[in-house]
């Protein structure tokens, strides 16, 4: 199962472009990133999985380089309620063994 | 769709009872998954099901048992409830890429 390393924390403005790097060096060839977004009190709700190059949604896009050594979720024009803890996974093909670490934890100001 | 349900929200329990948490997803999901997260942690994964009447043990197994009898439910049951076992219990599904993540049962042993 591929080890992730990411910040502890992020702050940012209302408004901007947030990215944060998850790093994930051991990373399996068959292992797919997932990014999970979890609210105080809330269960995590899944954002965006790739496995390689770029993968857009209408809520993030998902950066991952060639090597797939690391991968960077972007979020664009952040709102207050984009606070939250992201979780970067390396999962294999099923998503079936998840295992999450600490996450980032993402505070959005006025 | 209900999603994800799990029963009961909060629960207080004495050192030594044994009890079950309850989850049932009506999305026909072959993977469910039980997970732990303690204060200010992230999620550690207790036990995994890749479909009816096929169970494995997660990082964090002891203490817990499951069984996965049908698709839609997955119990996880409390032999002898220790107070190392207070935290918020999430119970997920899937169906190959990205969990529906329950609303978490709440529990504190006393």
């Known amino acids: 199962l591929a080890k992730t390393t990411q910040p502890i924390s992020m702050d940012s403005y209302e408004g901007q472009e947030v990215n944060i790097t998850c790093s994930h060096n051991?990373?399996?060839?068959?292992?797919?990133i997932t990014w999970y977004q979890q609210f105080p009190s809330q269960g995590p709700r899944f954002i965006i999985q790739?496995?390689?190059t770029k993968v857009t949604n209408e809520v993030a896009s998902l950066f991952i380089p060639a090597d797939r050594k690391s991968s960077t979720l972007s979020l664009p024009r952040v709102s207050l309620s984009d606070t939250a803890v992201y979780y970067c996974?390396?999962?294999?093909?099923?998503?079936?063994?998840?295992?999450f670490g600490a996450g980032t934890r993402l505070t959005v100001k006025p | 769709n209900a999603g994800v349900t799990q029963t009961p929200k909060f629960q207080v329990l004495k050192t030594g009872q044994s009890m079950t948490l309850q989850c049932a997803q009506d999305?026909?999901?072959?993977?469910m998954s039980w997970y732990r997260q303690d204060p200010g942690m992230g999620l550690r994964l207790i036990h995994y099901?890749?479909?009816?009447?096929?169970?494995d043990q997660g990082e964090v197994p002891n203490g817990y048992n499951v069984s996965r009898s049908t698709t839609e439910d997955f119990p996880l049951r409390l032999l002898s409830a220790a107070p190392s076992q207070t935290s918020v219990y999430f119970c997920a599904s899937s169906s190959g890429m990205g969990y529906t993540f329950g609303s978490g049962t709440r529990l504190t042993v006393v």
């Open positions: 051991n990373i399996a060839t068959n292992d797919y």
């Open positions: 099901s890749v479909g009816a009447g096929i169970t």
């Open positions: 790739g496995y390689k």
């Open positions: 999305m026909n999901h072959e993977y």
């Open positions: 996974l390396g999962v294999g093909y099923n998503n079936n063994d998840m295992r």
